[in-house]
């Protein structure tokens, strides 16, 4: 049997899956639509934090290839799409880059191919959106290919569970889809969970990101009753967490970003009022919620210049970490750059350090790293605030720097250290 793999989309989803199918004996071609990361791919780069340069040439040594030629999809006995799928600008789902992707395969694949679709979504979409999108082209009938969906559940920067050894879940349209698909994952996945149909395992991915979305979003209104009430929620939360069993810690921060958690419960909720004609009331207060966040941070940061009898306005304020997770350099829908915007708009003199982040653009112009040591920065400003608690930064030596630091982490201990 012949193990001919297209991967569409070589993001920080496709491109993990690429590679452990290459190390598994799979021709896999990296499907991609962005020149640039095609050239870097083919010369050995990588541009996803949890793979090295080297994992990019060993798999270059195994055959494979990034390519944009549709062509490929014609020789593929499995295609696996995993592209974006943001929000349209009226909070509706986009499912331009689905849609577009199974356009190509509805052209060029043939019959007998197994496709996969793991972009994540809303319930329905892979037998009501993309399966007839792949027909339409006129070519393929709904008896020709095999469909599933297995949502994607990658963790940037974890270093314990990699897409290996997660747990993969799997839906088809039959038991027999479920099962070629269960198979596929089933050469370099460890555990493939199967369930009844494309609709549960679409919902399944939205159920995960819901939970934690609702659950980030209390314990971001409890901090600012708790600041009120002059209780340190940190170690309530430290306290509860003692508790072996019914309660599951989670940490309040200056917003949420990420693809996932800002992005994925839109889906569900659009799915719900489109469907049901009823509000998902826990999303919409989930995303009020957490949305506001930014705005939090600046007035709690203005609270404290107002403590040194200064103004917000031409303040010298650096910021610390402009990414969404700890340790990576991922920025999609990191909180950071809101709260950046807002202070520049209330006037405050921004500067910042990541050392995953060389420049960050902020309200239309690039802003450079402050320094490679970020104390030298601090001590040339009147706060500090820390953004992301990345690792290997010297928290010490700013804590001794003496300069006013607040932490939306809740990572540091001082005199001078106030929390969100």
Known sequence: MSKNLVVMGQGYVGLPLSQLAALEGW?????????????????????????????????????YLATHDERVLAEADVIVVCVPTPLAEDGSPNLAYVLSTAKSIGQNAQPGTLVILESTTYPGTTEREFLPAILAEGRL???????????ERIDPGNKEFRLKNTPKIVGGRTAQETRAAANFYGEFIESIVEVNSPREAEMAKLLENTYRHVNIALVNELVRFAHELDIDLWSVISASATKPFGFEAFFPGPGVGGHCIPIDPNYLSYEVKRSLGVPFRFVELAQEVNGSMPSY??????????????????????LLGATYKAGIADQRESPSKPVAELLLSKGAVVSYFDPFVPCWELAGSVFLNAVENPIMAAEDSDIVVILQSHPNV??????????PIFDTRGKLEGSNVSKL
């Not at 009938?141 to 949502?151: L, N, T, W, Y």
């Open 141 to 151: 009938r709904s008896e020709d290919i095999r469909v599933a969906f297995s949502p």
């Open 27 to 63: 021709k896999v071609r990296g499907f991609e639509v962005n020149q640039g990361v095609i050239d870097g791919l083919n010369s050995g780069k990588s541009h996803v934090d949890d793979i090295s340069d080297e994992e990019i040439q060993e798999i270059l040594a195994l055959g």
């Open 297 to 318: 941070v600046v007035s709690r940061v203005q609270d404290l210049l107002n403590d040194q009898e200064k103004s917000l306005r031409g303040a010298q304020v650096l």
């Open 394 to 403: 010297d928290y010490d030596g700013l804590i001794a720097s003496g300069v």
